[in-house]
């Protein structure tokens, strides 16, 4: 007993313990998505039995339309940001026109997807967590459990699908009014108009660039979800438990969703091109 | 046949043996009280016989079949036969009353919304609060939710009942109520229930057996007049509620004083 009193014990004993623990949060986290993929294929066969209509409707208005407001002015500034950014930059090519497509490209691609997710990711990643972390320890969840309903149907699956359809829609929304911010900026610094805005708008940008950006908030959604209701689902330990589990959510999915956009952004980059 | 077979459970919890070696069988139709100290395992052993918990060994028959060897389809299919009342009503909070009492149906059954609507009346009435369907259960005194929880429990009309604590939180009229209920099930429904209760007053009025459990073992089962005239010192200090006995007040004072100037080495 007398190696573990001294430091190299016990920093040993500490490190076997966070491994365990990762093993452990990788390991259940994998299960809880291969049950979501499996109810998910069953669905195709039966949606009638797996996907309950109310449930997921309920949860795109609370995810979906209910962010609406907030994704939509960030975005707004993030676009005017970017084209004051670039006007500045640019001025000193006179290369002012490309501003237009910079923040068009720029949105669709990248940072309409990405400030939706942020912006998402803090609001609905944290309030799942927040729902099912008390339900977990009122014991709501077992409840679910001893009535033979299964609780990852019942209240993960709708907000899985609710969010992987309403993401990509708030991330075209943001696209839009990233690409609006940046007509305002351009209309007062550089007198454009918004038919000429548009049109070099247009004409810089190509469908792949949308479809990238939607792939991106896709992916983004799967991770927002999954792991807010994960972390909800572990919760131990009373409210206090759930403020960690509600943290937890959300810097794991900021620090996924920035990851995922990074491994995206070189997928689309340099192998698909 | 016995409804339910425990046989040699065991189960640790951090080096802390909680279930150990637990046997114990009951019979189709009977009440049955689990009784002992807090923290002596009540709610754990109810918890694995709804098989929230898996064991580290032994096994749970349920008329006969071992549940701690099902697959998550067959369990469900096991379940729908059972109806637990949790220690604290566990209602979902999102859902209005009488959606919580009507969940197990609407999840379970294809009856039409309007027969549905019928049963939550009547299984509502049952437990005393008629015309309470619309309420939110934040909007229900802690009573009135553990009556809800009692009548979700039995909506399916289950064969196998469990109760945790469910005299807990309520005054006296209102547990003599819901043991007359319990009492009721059994007799006229031919229910088996499985009630975990403090209460000596309840448990000896609904019970056919009581089974005492400390420290993790069943140390006396039998009848309400057995266990009352029991041998055993700790049933004898359980159920007179003696402070002195078996499980001491406080030990010795030297040892009283060893536990306090003692530091955990770890
Ligand atoms: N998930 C768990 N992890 C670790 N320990 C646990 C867990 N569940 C229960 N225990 C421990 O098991 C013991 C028995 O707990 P249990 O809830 O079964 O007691 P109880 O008899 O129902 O008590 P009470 O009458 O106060 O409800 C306690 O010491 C508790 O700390
Ligand atoms: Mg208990």
């Given at each position: 007993m007398t190696w573990q009193n001294n430091s190299f014990g016990s920093a040993i004993k500490k490190l076997s313990e966070v491994v365990n623990s990762t093993l452990y949060h990788v390991t259940s986290f994998a299960l809880l998505n291969w049950q979501v993929i499996k109810l998910m294929s069953i669905g195709l066969v039966k949606p009638g039995k797996i996907f309950k209509r109310r449930h997921i409707f309920e949860q795109m208005f609370l995810m979906g339309v209910q962010s609406i407001p907030i994704v939509a002015v960030t975005s707004l500034f993030l676009g005017m940001t970017l084209a004051m950014l670039t006007t500045y930059t640019l001025a000193d090519f006179g290369a002012e026109v490309w501003v237009a497509g910079l923040v068009g490209v720029g949105f669709t691609r990248e940072l309409g997807p990405l400030i939706t997710a942020i912006v998402v990711a803090g609001r609905v990643g944290a309030s799942i967590s927040a729902e099912l972390g008390t339900m977990t320890v009122s014991e709501e969840i077992d409840a679910l459990d001893t009535m033979g309903i299964n609780p990852v149907r019942y209240l993960v699956l709708p907000r899985f699908i609710a969010l992987l359809i309403m993401m990509p829609c708030l991330a075209i929304l943001s696209d839009y009014l990233g690409i609006i911010g940046g007509y305002l900026i351009s209309a007062m610094k550089?007198?454009?108009?918004f038919a000429y805005y548009k049109d070099l708008t247009i004409e810089a940008l190509k469908l792949k660039d949308v479809f990238t950006g939607l792939i991106k908030s896709v992916s983004f959604a799967v991770i927002i979800s999954m792991i807010g209701c994960y972390q909800g689902l572990i919760v131990s330990g009373g409210a206090e438990g759930v403020g960690q589990g509600t943290t937890k959510s959300v810097v794991n999915s900021l620090i996924f969703v920035i990851a995922a956009d990074s491994f995206f952004t070189a997928l689309f980059t340099y192998v698909i091109v | 046949m016995n409804m339910i077979e425990i046989k040699n459970l065991i189960k640790t919890y951090d080096n802390r043996r909680?279930?150990?070696?637990i046997n114990l069988s009951i019979k189709q139709g009977e009440t049955m009280v689990i009784m002992g100290g807090s923290g002596c395992g009540k709610s754990t052993l109810l918890r694995h016989i709804i098989s929230l918990a898996r064991p580290d060994s032994g096994q749970i028959l349920i008329k006969g079949q071992d549940?701690?060897?099902?697959?998550e389809a067959r369990l469900v299919e096991v379940r729908k036969r059972f109806g637990m009342l949790f220690q604290s009503g566990a209602?979902?909070?999102?859902?209005?009353v009488g959606e919580n009492v009507a969940l197990p149906l609407v999840e379970h059954t294809k009856l039409d919304r309007k027969i549905i609507s019928i049963i939550v009346k009547m299984k509502l009435e049952l437990v005393g609060l008629?015309?309470?369907?619309?309420?939110?259960?934040?909007?229900?005194?802690g009573g009135m939710k553990k009556r809800v929880g009692l009548a979700r429990a039995i909506a399916m009309d289950p064969e196998l009942v469990f109760y945790d604590?469910?005299?807990?939180?309520?005054?006296p009229i209102t547990t003599a109520v819901v043991d007359k209920l319990i009492m009721d099930l059994t007799k006229k429904l031919g229910i088996t229930s499985i009630v975990v209760t403090h209460e000596m007053k309840s448990a000896f009025r609904i019970a056919d057996r009581i089974a005492v459990l400390y420290k993790g073992k069943v140390v006396d089962i039998g009848t309400p007049e057995y266990i009352r005239n029991s041998k055993h010192p700790y049933v004898n200090q359980f159920i007179n509620g003696a402070?002195?006995?078996?499980?001491?007040?406080?030990?010795s004072k030297d040892d009283y004083l060893s536990r306090l100037t003692s530091f955990d080495e770890d």
């Open positions: 550089l007198d454009m108009s | 909680v279930l150990d070696d549940i701690t060897v099902m697959n209602l979902l909070n999102s859902l209005t008629t015309g309470f369907e619309n309420l939110m259960p934040s909007q229900l005194s604590e469910p005299g807990a939180g309520l005054d402070p002195d006995g078996p499980e001491p007040l406080r030990r």
